[in-house]
């Protein structure tokens, strides 16, 4: 019998420091892929990551499982083989608009074509970021570049578009700054059995940071953006007040009211391949952004019929003999012969100036700061004055745990061993979740079974913005904060932060 | 731009009012908490001829069922708190926040002009909004917070 094991987020963060720019949408996508990944039911060491070569193919060392970094434009191949070689494997291929697009771009229309069972997460920001900002693939026509001064004349490419010529059976699209959805994605494409494909908007917050306005702000995204929900009519805006109609071979974008009513409207249906290429098709802001499951439909793996064709193979003629093979054919020897070396004009001899342009770029003055962006990163924890912990032992039982908190009137212990370093929180939600109704005897019952072990804790000298990531990325309602030892020296909660910013323009 | 004006233009129902599952009244307390935990939630909102007529949290349970487990077979009725205070799903979101502050409240049930249950409002639902509203400061953040980046170089 084998012992299912829990993982959690943390298996999947490597020791590798991640160098992606300050802000650049990769860390939430990396985020929501390190969220994901327990969950999935996959073993870890079944994962496997495969990138090409740009700023989103830095991913593999960022994640603990396997990964290779590979030649630019050639992570489908490998993950191809890979995939083949062992089906029991979730292969996940990261790689941009440009890697994936341009360089690699007839290696992923064929991996997609042979419906390979892999993930493929395109990051789409539209430019070329590691090479400091030229036109890719996907800019926009007229585009202002390093490489395009006077505006691109070239057409993009639409990266669904591109994966429904090739006829990806899973084909999805998200957007960083959308964490639930971006979950709710990866998840979807972690499931479906062949080819997923899926685009995800990313933000280079360098050299071209203002690519996704209008989706990838909170206010107005839901505005602009169509979630797709397979057999639902195709409603959408922050009101759910319009929606899309067909109009002879064309969609249109309608107001409901006025006697248009949800049944004039498109319903979404993942297995139509016409409604994808509508879908396809509208591009924003002309249209609202399709965003969710595009296509889904189930067709054999390539490594199925593959296997079946051996198995077939085998059956009529027996199992095969690596020397017959190659004696059968015409065998030639090849032989040595002198040859002078070509000599080279060039010195070898590599620049060794570092580039300053990244810097340069990041010198300029930001955009628009709002007061509140100011405050979420000037602002330390610190500012919060987060209330003194009330720490338990974590041999303590769990009756002394509830009897504490209810004294206290708080909603969360911290639980130190004996050394007073934080090994673990346990909360009202525990309480609710794991011990009311589950636990007989709380006198005889140890803390220790029931908290959440070594949790996220934050030093009281990180930007408020950091408490916000944790706690928005894994809703946790309390952190603790520890000293340099790991003692827990304080603990802030939803209703801090949220007073803090309250209170700090009233 | 504050908190204040940044929410004001929000109404409530435009935020993430996800977090609650709903129960009749009548229900025992036990299969109120195996609801809670089915759902992965912290709050029931119960019902009675599908209006609103009380809210249970983790904290009543914390206080009113963890020291005193005989609770557990007796109905959500008898130990929820009742009539809570609702508002409807067009009021601003700062109002609402600054409502939940003054009255040191950590769940607000949105119900519409009909006595429907829309969502409950959290300061969840803040820190989620605030967390898309300013991605680049609060999502794209390293998966630990002590690795980041010394020197800027990209990719
Ligand atoms: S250059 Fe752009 S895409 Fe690359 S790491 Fe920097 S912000 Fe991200």
Redesign the pocket.
Known sequence: MSIPITLNRKDFVSDQTV???P????YAILASVQKTLPDIGVPKENIVFISGI???SRFPYYMNTYGIHSIHGRAPTLATGLAIANPELSVWVVT?DGDGLSIGGNHLIHAIRRNINLNILL?N?R?Y??T??QYSPTSRTGTKTKSSPMGSLEQPLNPIALAMAAEATFIARSIDAHTQHLNETLMAASQHKGISFVEIY???????PNEWIGLDDRRVRDENILYLEHGKPMIFGKDMDKGIRLNGFRPAVVQLGNGITEDDLLVHDETSTQLAFILASMEFPEFPAPMGVIRRVEKQTYTDGLMNQIETARQIKGNGNLRTLYESADLWTVTAKDQNGVASKQTGQLSLEVDEE?VDELDKEPEVTTAMQDRLIEDTIAALSPKAPITIDVSASLAKAVRQMNTHRIGCLVVTDAHDKLVGIFTEKDVLHRVVGLVEDLETAVIADYMTPDPIALKANLPIAQALHEMHMHGFRHIPLVDDEHRPEGIISFRDVVHHLKERFA | MSLKEELKSERVSHLDLSRFCQIVSGTAVRQSLANMRQNKTNVCLITKENALIGILTERDVLTKVATNPANLNRTVDDIMTANPITVTPDTSAADALWLMDEKQFRNLPVVDRDGKIKGNMTHQAVISFLAARYPVEVLNRPPRPDHFPHKQE??
């Open positions: 160098r992606w720019c802000g650049c949408g990769d740009g700023c989103s941009g990051f920001n430019i970021g590691l400091k900002g990313q933000n280079c917050v360098i050299f071209n990244y | 990209g990719g």
